[in-house]
């Protein structure tokens, strides 16, 4: 296995920096945000379905700019939209953490704001993101290069779960907060826009990407429409169903499993571990079974591993977690090069843009409605439906699998 990623030592500069980009993003949104700010929400007062809709608002934004993102990508450069991305994000996180500072009737338009602000920053990195790599990587070095971002993702994801879970403790004892009150969490929370800074540092050291590099010239190719919608529709689905487990799955434990912070931090972080192994294994099961198959495999995988976090126990659910990251550490990748194969380059960043479409429609789908779905039918109803959803999204994916070529083609000049 490790013999297959010696082409990790053969990586180029650009390359190198996009890793370790994304392992700063993930350490700081699937680590330390991750973790703590829907903890830091609830000490500050709010509920679950406040949660849900100020979680939702934000991808809402995420889905309304993609196209837009996509467009500033290819009119000024995808690293100069990088650039920009990070820069909001960074601003943003750090408006969110002074809303204390406001009178306390204006907390809930400071919030919303800040959060709708970070969201333009996840579009312009989403969409624009995925066909730099593509640009910046041989067709040699492709698998690889997209499951490192899988390994990446799990590790620093790891790295701040776990910091996260331990920083909120230590910062109360030493500043005398209870983690009752939402001073530790808040203060944790600043590793974030601080990575987000140091994210843009990174990318301006990356090579530029023209446009007129990455746009192909216009050719008469008509808009594969229907693999656009057929893609759309898919991550719609698995975006529905994750996102049902990672914007309520800490206030699950929190509220409903009364798991103290250190615990939740540390079942953060080892549901954030094992996919780390998964994800190395990925380039041989891209190149044994294929990019449509893997996917499909994976997303069935999902549908199954959220099973246990239905039963009404912490070791049940952290099984659970781990199960569904577990298979996300092949289907992320898998889904981002399907994306770019399935069409020309010229369509690369609109897929992208529809993808984070799809992907932002069903993460604010969910939060949007799983607070209200919380408050009747409980948590596990909800991750029952986000199983669900999953099984629907496997289920289109084996009819892709199995089409002829002339009823749904991959053909990039459909």
């Not at 808009?223 to 893609?231: C, G, I, V, W």
């Amino acid at each position: 296995m490790f013999r297959d990623w010696r082409v990790l030592l053969t990586f180029n500069r650009s390359i190198q920096l996009f890793l370790v980009a994304w392992a700063l993003m993930a350490f700081a949104y699937f680590g330390v945000q991750g973790v703590l700010l829907n903890l830091y929400l609830l000490r500050l007062g709010f509920d679950a379905e406040f949660i849900g809709l100020l979680t939702a608002s934000g991808q809402l934004i995420w889905a309304l700019v993609a196209l837009p993102a996509g467009a500033f990508g290819r009119r000024l450069g995808l690293r100069a939209a990088l650039i920009t991305s990070e820069a909001l994000m960074a601003l943003a996180m750090g408006l969110l953490l002074m809303v204390e500072a406001a009178p306390r009737p204006l907390w809930t338009v400071w919030l919303f704001g800040s959060w709708m602000l970070f969201w333009v920053g996840v579009a312009l990195v989403t969409v624009n993101s995925i066909p730099y790599l593509m640009h910046v990587t041989s067709a040699e070095e492709r698998n690889h290069a997209f499951s490192a971002q899988g390994v990446v993702l799990a590790l620093m994801g790891f790295a701040g779960s776990l910091a996260a879970g331990l920083l909120p403790g230590l910062l109360g004892a030493w500043l005398g907060g209870s983690l009752d009150q939402p001073a530790p969490y808040r203060q944790a929370l600043w590793l974030a826009p601080l990575a987000y800074l140091l994210c843009l540092a990174v990318w301006t050291g990356a090579r530029p990407v023209s446009p007129l590099e990455e746009a192909e010239a216009v050719t008469a190719a008509a808009r594969p429409t229907r693999l656009l919608a057929f893609f759309g529709l898919i991550v719609f689905l698995l975006a529905a169903s994750e996102g049902s487990v990672r914007t309520f799955f800490n206030v699950y434990l929190d509220a409903d499993l009364n798991v103290p912070t250190p615990q939740i931090g540390a079942i953060f972080s080892v549901g954030q571990l094992l996919p780390v192994f998964i994800a190395l294994i990925a380039p041989r099961l891209l190149s044994r079974w294929g990019t449509p198959l893997t996917l499909f495999l994976t997303t069935a995988g999902m549908s199954l591993a959220m099973l246990p976090l239905t039963l009404p126990h912490w070791a049940s659910a952290t099984f659970g977690f781990i199960g569904m990251n577990s298979m996300l550490a092949v289907n992320g990748p898998a889904r981002s090069i399907f994306s770019q194969e399935i069409v020309l380059p010229r369509w690369r960043t609109t897929t992208s843009a529809i993808g984070t479409i799809g992907l932002a429609l069903g993460w604010a789908g969910t939060a949007a409605v799983g607070g209200y779905l919380i408050a009747r039918v409980g948590f596990r109803g909800l991750f029952f439906a986000g199983a669900a959803l999953a099984f629907v999204a496997a289920i289109l994916l084996l009819g892709y699998v199995r089409a002829p070529a002339k009823r749904l083609s991959t053909s990039p000049t459909m």
